[in-house]
């Protein structure tokens, strides 16, 4: 489940079964944050290592990983026949953590700074919304002649020795949290002998593998107080070896899908059930960062606000572990498009996620023509320029583009609310001097997707107790 692109975001999440909402009632008074880090962030030198690409190359690849993660989820959905229009792909208190866009390195693209065990050992992890396992590159049982990580090592990553962390401690094959609750949510561990410790294998749809164990360990969280806070007994996993690309330039994944057991569920018991980020501009300068806020109240991104917090039902559990949304339409202009109830119906084969680890947004065909039609229709002033193999549709010389004469595109929500995101969100720079409709089509029965451009520029928060995800505009700053 892991693709990778420019400027992604990621990080949607939270429960599933068995969340204990009595949990809420005790809800740290200190927030948790994590900053995300972008992938040409000097925070990554000597850990990612990638070749000069052009930003059309970039989105070339940020479209080709958006597909792969589409196919995941329609993958989960029993949809595996769903797929692209293109047939060119093969396959592929409260907590401040800051969390910086990552290079593409898989399901989420962004990163967030992690310390595992007792003494913490710092580590860069894929934050991923379609993920229910945290887990990093790992060394168990060879004491201190624990040599590198088996797997492509391809960047200077960093290993997990577990050996040397007082308060790790594997999940054994006898105990009933492997029999029962990881069996239920990972379906099958690897088990030779009842004394070993439970194991995984991870096979992605792009084809990495990540092979390890279960295990039970302490993280360390940095309230927005400035004090630190340790998370003990988290489940992660110890992955011994790595295989293929999906993982390059990361020491692991932060689990943050909707399901027992990830980190997201037990950061929101522990934190008053909510989450929220603010995403900048996917093109903003690389020192600039943002943040995943588990717990609080919204008053540390009030003063950011440009506009009022309208919130919509969140569809927890009917597609886990993603987050869904009940869309009822889309509008360009102020005019209803004429799209079959269809395509938003879960029920029938459609439905739309909120997905940070997606960059673009991605519709189902049913949807996608007629909403390339209007916009086309919009931009037909300006030059079309010829498709160069590129991922989008349409594309046109933006030479004298006047953003203020394009109609603005509303998602609508069936409960009232609407998102209107900026043009440059839908109408994005691939290059000097031209512009492309970011839309990416998904064949039909199959699931729509707002992707982190999409959000960029809003503060989205989710408040998993009352299962309702609120937005509004940000300058996210």
Not at 18 to 27: C, K, M, S, T, Y
Not at 132 to 149: D, P
Not at 388 to 409: A, Q, R
Not at 440 to 462: A, D, K
């Amino acid at each position: 489940m892991m693709e990778w692109r420019l400027i992604s975001l990621l990080v949607i999440f939270f429960l599933s079964v068995g969340f204990d909402f009595h949990g809420f009632l005790f809800a740290h008074a200190n927030p948790i944050r994590l900053e995300l880090i972008h992938r040409d962030n000097p925070l990554l030198n000597g850990q990612v290592r990638r070749p000069k690409q052009t930003q059309l190359e970039r989105f070339n690849e940020l479209v080709r990983n958006d597909i792969i993660r589409h196919r995941i989820i329609s993958y989960k959905r029993g949809q595996w026949g769903a797929s692209t229009r293109r047939n060119d792909l093969e396959l592929e208190a409260s907590i401040e953590m800051p969390m910086h866009s990552g290079a593409d390195f898989g399901t989420g693209q962004y990163f967030v700074e992690v310390k595992v065990g007792k003494p913490a050992q710092q580590f860069l992890l894929i934050a991923d919304t379609a993920s229910e396992l945290t887990w990093m590159n790992c060394r168990h049982g060879c004491g201190n002649k624990c040599g590198t990580h088996k797997g492509r090592l391809l960047d200077r990553r960093r290993v997990f020795h577990a050996d040397r962390s007082s308060s790790f401690r594997p999940v054994p094959c006898s105990s009933e949290m492997c029999k029962v609750g990881l069996a239920d949510l990972f379906r099958s561990p690897k088990c030779p002998f009842p004394s070993t410790p439970c194991g995984y294998e991870f096979s992605y749809i792009d084809g990495s593998v990540a092979l390890g164990f279960f295990a039970n360990d302490t993280i360390t969280v940095n309230l927005t107080s400035g004090r630190k806070m340790m998370l003990d007994n988290m489940l992660i996993g110890c992955t011994e070896s790595t295989k293929g690309q999906g993982f390059q330039g990361a020491n692991g994944v932060l689990g943050l899908g909707y399901a027992n057991y990830t980190f997201a569920t037990t950061a929101a018991k522990k934190f008053g059930g909510k989450f929220s980020y603010c995403l900048v501009d996917h093109l903003s300068p690389k020192n600039i960062s943002n943040y995943l806020v588990f717990g609080g109240k919204r008053n540390h991104n009030k003063h950011s606000l440009v506009g009022n917090v309208q919130y919509t039902k969140l569809l927890l559990g009917v597609i886990p572990p993603f987050y869904v949304v009940n869309v009822s339409g889309i509008s360009i202009g102020g005019k209803m498009l004429n799209i079959t109830s269809d395509v938003w119906d879960v029920n029938a084969g459609g439905g739309t996620i909120i997905d940070s680890g997606t960059s673009l947004m991605l519709l189902a065909e049913p949807a996608y023509a007629p909403v390339m039609m209007a916009l086309e229709l919009a931009v037909s002033p300006y030059d079309r320029l010829v498709s160069d193999d590129g991922p989008f549709e349409y594309c046109f010389d933006s030479t004298k583009f006047n953003e203020s004469l394009v109609p603005k595109l509303a998602i609508h929500f069936a409960d009232g609310a609407r998102f209107e995101p900026p043009v440059k969100s839908y109408i994005i720079d691939v290059a000097p001097q031209k512009k492309c409709l970011g839309f990416v089509p998904v064949s039909w029965p199959g699931t729509s997707i707002i992707g982190n451009i999409m959000q960029q520029n809003h503060l989205w928060e989710f408040d998993l107790g009352c299962h309702k995800v609120g937005f509004a505009p940000s300058s996210c700053t």
